[in-house]
């Protein structure tokens, strides 16, 4: 649980826009230089200045509060250099309205347990110095800050007048230390719980109870103490800065991002529990022969929320969930680790990939199957910025292989804008399988996905898991996008006859 949350924030992009220019941060942790087999990882400072002038830019390194190392600069008298430091690489160019710091990292430790500040200071046709820096480190940590000051004062621009702005960003860090530790701590119980499970099997129901009510107890504890120690945080920061209108609502921003992250590790441990009681005996609960509607209402019967069951006429096992609106739904597509490659061939997706106590695609040829022969609704279930939204489709079916497993979705209801109904009436297109309309291109290949794309989509929840652009899991609201972090898609039979 603890490397799937490392892993997500790890590949996070930062991106920070003004109104006239824009600092952009990029870091990949995984990607492998053909130079050499012992990189870590690379990452690329950009700055854009659209109606100002780039005066300089800067990369420093910091260790800790009171260990900061400048590393490069660039400035209009110094406009291009390559530097090699400490088993660092970096190279960098400044041109009018572009700026550009490449830096490699041969050694871990460079990764693991480093911070780097990329800072820029613009100059105004107004004759003011606009200063924005970013900073991230150790794949865990990211955050911004800009400000303004007059022509006059350009040899003092500065986040405050006896601090730097390395300073403010180490109170964030301490913060940021706090939340490493609950996922530590967090870790810790997950691997006590599979411990005791392999020991015992016997008493699994009771001991899983109480452990999950230890996990939420101790959630709470965390929650409540990182909000009260932000409170005080937000505190200080607004009798430090009252004369900084824009900076406060800067820090406003990075503090409601650090309360998301303490959401986001919140949600890791949930999916750890849900993913540990699929892979659990039903001790204790009743199994059910089939998956129908209304299971779930029947006051008599005790099911698990998730249940793996053989389906009759698939002769397959398949995943039910037992509980939502009354249950009965067969669960096609379920993404809620991330630990499952979704970039994949026809083939793959005619068939099927993944585990059903995990991430998994059932395959469309079994759905084909099951929506020719009877009269099926979907439902869409995703979770992103923490809430839980859902979209429901009176009917639903796919076609056979020749129509290119073509799908048909009817009457949409439910808490989300409909971002399905663009793509009805459409065929499936992987990377080798292109039947998309767009002219120019494959958009399973555009899109790092496989969906029934049009050219190309309002929603692609088979896309590449944890980033935050086209390529990404995403959803159409209408007016903006979101970037889910758990989606289940599931059909129920509209009329069941008893069987599964």
Known sequence: MGTIMRYTVLLVMVIVHA???????????????????????????RAKGNSVTIANITLSRVRDARETTRLFTLTRESFEKRVHIDNILINGSLENKLAIIQVDMVNVSSCDSEY??????????????????????????????????????????????????????SELLLLN?????????????????????????????????????????????????????????????????????????DYAESLADLEKRLAEVVVTVNKSITSEELRQENNGHDVPKSCERG????????????????????????????????????????????????????TSYRNGFGSLTGDFWLGNEAVHRLTDKDAYELRIDIRADGRAYFAQYSSFMIGDE??????????????????INTHNNFAFTTFDRDSDTHKTLNCAIHEHGAWWYTGCHHSNLNGKWGINDHMGVSWYTGSAWLRPYHTEMKIRRVKSDGNA
Request: one cysteine or more; a negative charge.
């Open 295 to 346: 299971m779930g209402n029947d006051v008599t019967k005790t099911y698990l929320p998730y249940v793996v069951l053989t389906h009759e006429t698939l002769q397959k096992e398949v995943l039910c969930d037992t509980h939502t609106d009354g249950g009965g739904w067969i669960v096609f597509q379920r993404r809620v680790n991330g630990d499952v490659d979704f970039y994949r061939d026809w």
């Open 19 to 45: 109104a006239a220019q824009g600092l952009e941060f990029f870091l990949d942790r995984q990607m492998q230089l053909s130079s050499t087999d012992d990189v870590c990882g690379q990452f690329t400072c």
């Open 116 to 169: 780097f500040v990329c800072q820029v200071t613009y100059l105004k046709q107004s004759g003011q110095i606009q200063s924005e820096f970013i900073m991230i480190g150790s794949g865990q940590f990211a955050d911004a800050q800009s400000v303004s000051e007059p022509a006059s004062n350009r040899r003092s621009t500065q986040l405050s007048s006896t601090r730097s702005p390395y300073s403010y960003v």
């Open 402 to 419: 020749s129509s290119k497993y073509r799908l048909f979705v009817n009457t949409h209801k439910g808490n989300v804008f409909d971002a």
């Open 177 to 249: 230390e706090k939340v490493n530790n609950v996922e530590s701590k967090f870790q810790s119980l997950s691997d006590r719980l599979d411990d005791k499970v392999r020991r015992n099997t016997e008493t699994v129901l009771e001991r899983t109870g109480s452990l999950e009510n230890s996990v939420l107890r101790r959630v709470t504890s965390v929650e409540t103490d990182i909000s009260q120690r932000v409170s005080r945080l937000e505190d200080r920061l607004s009798n430090m800065m009252l004369d900084r209108p824009q900076q406060n609502s």
